[in-house]
């Protein structure tokens, strides 16, 4: 089974500040979709931003981009610009290209501060 | 459109009880999931499915049940409730690309359930 591993808990970054979530991954498939969730205290599942495998280029939506480094098996999520409403809890997820639901990591609580 | 909905959004159950947790998805997506969540331990998948009248465990499958006569509705049945079922649970449905793999889910709301 894939495993996805988020190595720090808790983080903290005042705003207007960049911090970066990191994630990784094992696989041994050549093609699948890698996800940042957020969920906020209201508790709702929310796509940050998504890869897929087989595209070099890091995806970017507006303030967020991902650092996808295929090779060392690594998908890190950069936040600029931090705001009072990013502070929650990100999930990554894995998805197969052959599988039917993600795999997801055990979550970094992420706190912005004035 | 209201994409994944689940009722209820709170429950609270004595141990032995069994009850439904319902799912609807209006977006015509092939697969949907159940999963759960706890502290620290992230979501975990408790039974998926690939399309109506199809089903397969996930992680965690044991004390729950489910099925899918429609492509719509992905109900998940607790049959005798303990305390470690507490949990917060999620519904997800998604679309496959080009018939397999998984793309982003779309999740409902949650619903928390406590066992006392």
């Known amino acids: 089974a894939q495993t996805v591993t988020q190595s720090q808990p808790e983080m903290s970054v005042q705003e207007a500040e960049t911090v970066t979530l990191s994630c990784t991954y094992d696989?041994?498939?050549?093609?699948?979709?890698l996800f940042w969730y957020k969920q906020p205290p209201s508790r709702q599942m929310i796509l940050v931003i998504r890869?897929?495998?087989?595209?070099?280029q890091n995806a970017t939506e507006n303030r967020f981009s991902v650092n996808f480094q295929k090779a060392a098996k690594s998908f890190s999520l950069k936040i600029s610009d931090s705001q009072l409403g990013d502070t929650a809890m990100y999930f990554c997820?894995?998805?197969?290209?052959?599988?039917?639901?993600?795999?997801f990591g055990k979550g970094t609580s992420l706190l912005v501060t004035p | 459109n209201a994409g994944v909905t689940q009722t209820p959004k709170f429950q609270v159950l004595k141990t032995g009880q069994s009850m439904t947790l319902q799912c609807a998805q209006d977006?015509?997506?092939?697969?949907m999931s159940w999963y759960r969540q706890d502290p620290g331990m992230g979501l975990r998948l408790i039974h998926y499915?690939?399309?109506?009248?199809?089903?397969d465990q996930g992680e965690v499958p044991n004390g729950y049940n489910v099925s899918r006569s429609t492509t719509e509705d992905f109900p998940l049945r607790l049959l005798s409730a303990a305390p470690s079922q507490t949990s917060v649970y999620f519904c997800?449905?998604?679309?496959?690309?080009?018939?397999?793999?998984?793309?982003?889910?779309?999740f409902g709301q949650g619903t928390r359930l406590t066992v006392v």
């Open positions: 977006m015509n997506h092939e697969y």
């Open positions: 997800a449905s998604s679309y496959s690309k080009v018939t397999r793999g998984v793309t982003e889910a779309f």
């Open positions: 890869q897929e495998a087989y595209k070099q």
């Open positions: 696989t041994s498939e050549n093609n699948y979709y």
């Open positions: 499915s690939v399309g109506a009248g199809i089903t």
């Open positions: 997820a894995f998805g197969r290209n052959s599988g039917y639901a993600l795999n």
